[in-house]
């Protein structure tokens, strides 16, 4: 009895695998590209100033724009690398075959102080740039992304686009400069002083009482200035609690007082980055939107960025039900 009953759900459980295989085939392209992997940036051996490069087999141009991807977890600024989170990030811009795409790691506050952190970002975009023929770049079309800590840096990134004082000296492409076009930024801090905590501390070297002007020098918006215009893509919800919503909202309202002419400000009811990432809905949305703001900026094609209203479903405490 237990065998001719086994034996039917066998067969179904095969003829189903067998189905959903040749869907998958049938429905979803092949993606092909290629990966260089462990690139030292800084002239050095240390793997915390390293880049991973990710270019598309099919190439819809010989100069393809980059995206640069900037880790940031559940330890500001202290752990982390460019490896979690796999390919996934950009598998839609390699279908598309119209990006390369980077992601870059950073010297964590638990090695190096800032602004180590910034100036190894500058020295990745410099790599970059000093690389552009070699790669296939678009030196001059680069976007970089990031959440939490890799927000936070992607936003000093390009609000000290024309700040010669927060370069650095790093690498072998000091002839080139840092400059980007575009920011994807979630869930990221701006007011160090006003953020506080241990991380803050753990970044600056000590209190923020005796590091004040490291933490309004590593404050985004301190940044802000109508000479410094670029495209801004900010989202965050009022679920987060690593970075409150607070410090997005005041970043928002300054870019809007220095007349930026091309922010967007998607807010999430019951956003964090963990619940986020559990609601496929809302998190295609978010990604989808940032594929379009990418189109607009990077590729320059015509096409709206939508901001709406959003929520997602928030995530569940430990013992709780719904």
């Not at 000093?156 to 930024?185: Q, R, W």
């Not at 979630?186 to 000590?206: I, N």
Request: net charge positive; proline share 3%; hydrophobic share 35%.
């Amino acid at each position: 009895m237990k065998e001719l009953f086994l034996i039917p759900i066998t067969l179904f459980t095969v003829l189903i695998a067998l189905y959903q295989d040749n869907v998958s085939q049938s429905l979803i392209p092949p993606i092909q590209y290629s990966v260089t992997t462990e690139i030292n940036y800084a002239g050095n051996k240390n793997m915390a100033q390293t880049l991973d490069v990710y270019i598309p087999k099919n190439k819809k141009r010989k100069k393809l724009p980059v995206i640069v991807n900037i880790h940031g977890e559940n330890i500001l600024w202290g752990n982390g690398d460019k490896m979690w989170g796999g390919d996934t990030p950009f598998l839609s811009y390699l279908l598309d075959g119209n990006y390369a795409c980077v992601k870059i790691n950073y010297r964590l506050s638990s090695e190096a102080k800032w602004p180590a952190q910034l100036y190894d970002c500058k020295a990745a975009i410099r790599w970059i740039k000093g690389n552009s023929d070699r790669f296939g770049f678009d030196k001059n079309k680069i976007g970089v992304q990031g959440e939490l800590a890799g927000g936070h840096l992607a936003l000093m990134l390009g609000l000290t686009n024309n700040e010669k004082t927060m370069e650095g000296d790093l690498g072998n492409y000091l002839n080139e400069d840092s400059k980007i076009n575009c920011i994807v930024s979630g869930f990221a801090p701006s007011d160090l002083k006003e953020l506080g905590g241990k991380e803050v501390e753990t970044l600056l070297g000590g209190s923020i009482g005796k590091f004040i002007k490291e933490a309004q020098e590593a404050s985004p918006m301190n940044w802000v200035s109508n000479e410094t215009q670029l495209p801004i893509y900010l989202y965050q919800g009022n679920a987060e609690k690593k970075v409150p919503m607070n410090q997005t909202n005041l970043l928002f309202n300054l870019l809007k007082d220095a007349k930026f002419k091309d922010i967007y400000y998607q807010k999430i009811t019951n956003g964090s980055k963990r619940n986020l990432q559990r609601d496929l809905k809302a998190d295609k949305f978010i990604s989808s939107t940032i594929e379009d703001f990418y189109k607009k900026y990077l590729l320059k094609q015509e096409t709206e960025i939508k901001v709406s209203e959003l929520s997602v479903k928030s995530a569940l405490e430990r013992g709780q039900r719904r």
